[in-house]
Structures are given as structure tokens and as C-alpha cells.
């Protein structure tokens, strides 16, 4: 099995989770970056960037992901939740891999421990794109449950 991860993180949560678990299986690992950044300024990003981003579902261009994802059998999708969804770059990378014919298993985290993050998540994707096979990975677990799940993964 081959696999790749994929993040978003604004706050680096997210990149510190996934940076523990490529030392430890090593995957190539890449990350989504929207082409303008946001601010840095919470207030300005979540209140102003991201919510209008997440109510009108607009995809904002990201960076260019220099790999062909078809070279792999799963994509491990990591994200924080942002406005109870994936962030809307993360949109952006889901409709540039139309045809994916692997899986792409999701990995959220939140301040908030809400299960409802993980299945807006699985339904916005599906929305965005219905012919990939979209899993649950985790939400909001630890790195030891991290590497338990990802070692069992086929
Ligand atoms: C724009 C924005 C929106 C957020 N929306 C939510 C939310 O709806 N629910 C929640 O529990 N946390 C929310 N958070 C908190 C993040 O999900 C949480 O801090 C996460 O760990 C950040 O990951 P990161 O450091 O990789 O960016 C939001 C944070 C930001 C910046």
C-alpha cells in the first residue's frame, strides 16, 4: 500500500501531527497552501477570510501540488476544522484530484470536540466530488491512536 499524506494547518496543529507521524512510516508528505495567504491575524482570517470562504463555498486557489496522486493507493487528508467543515482549500485540492481512484481517508482536528465536524466533512467532500471513496480516518485523537490506525491501514 502506498500512501500519501496531504494537510492544511494555518496554526501548525495540524503540521506537527503530521510531521510525528511521516518520521515514524516516513510517506511523502505535501502540503495545501492557498496561492494568497491568509492573514495572520485570527481575527481577520476566521472572522472575515475564512467565513465568507466556508458560507459561499468558494475554492480559492491553492499552490501547485507538484505530485501526481494517482501514483498512490491512499491519500491521508489531515485538516483542521474551520467553521464546522474542512477548509475551503482543501475543496480546492479535492476537485483538482477528479479521478482519483484510490481512497482518501480524513483526519481532522478542532478546539471543540464535536462528532458532527467529521461527518460534515465526509458530506462536503462527497458533495464536492462523489466518485472518490471518502473514509473516516480520525477526529481529534491522539498520536499514539494515529500511528495504531495508520499502521492497520490496507
Ligand atoms: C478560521 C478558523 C475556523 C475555525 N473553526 C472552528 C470550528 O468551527 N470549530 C472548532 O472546534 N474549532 C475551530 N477552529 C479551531 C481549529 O480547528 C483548531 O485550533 C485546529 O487545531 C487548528 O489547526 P492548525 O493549527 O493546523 O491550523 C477554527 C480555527 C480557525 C483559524
Not at 72 to 82: E, G, K, S, T, V
Request: hydrophobic residues 35%; proline residues 4%.
Amino acid at each position: 500500500m502506498k500512501n500519501l499524506i496531504v494537510y492544511f494547518s494555518w496554526s501548525n496543529n495540524t503540521k506537527k501531527l503530521v510531521e510525528q507521524i511521516h518520521q515514524k512510516f516516513n510517506f511523502d508528505t505535501v502540503r495545501i497552501e492557498r496561492s494568497i495567504p491568509y492573514s495572520r491575524d485570527y481575527n481577520e482570517c476566521a472572522y472575515v477570510e475564512a467565513k465568507e470562504e466556508v458560507e459561499k463555498k468558494i475554492h480559492p486557489s491553492i499552490k501547485e501540488v507538484n505530485l501526481d496522486v494517482n501514483g498512490y493507493d491512499n491519500i491521508l487528508l489531515f485538516f483542521p476544522i474551520w467553521w464546522y467543515t474542512f477548509p475551503m482549500p482543501v475543496g480546492t485540492f479535492l476537485e483538482q484530484i477528479n479521478g482519483f481512484q484510490g481512497k482518501v481517508y480524513l483526519f481532522a482536528n478542532s478546539y471543540t470536540n464535536d462528532p458532527q465536524y467529521m461527518a460534515n466533512s465526509l458530506k462536503d467532500c462527497k458533495k464536492i466530488n462523489a466518485k472518490i471513496k471518502f473514509e473516516a480516518g480520525l477526529f481529534n485523537k491522539s498520536i499514539e491512536e494515529h500511528l495504531k490506525f495508520i499502521g492497520g491501514l490496507k
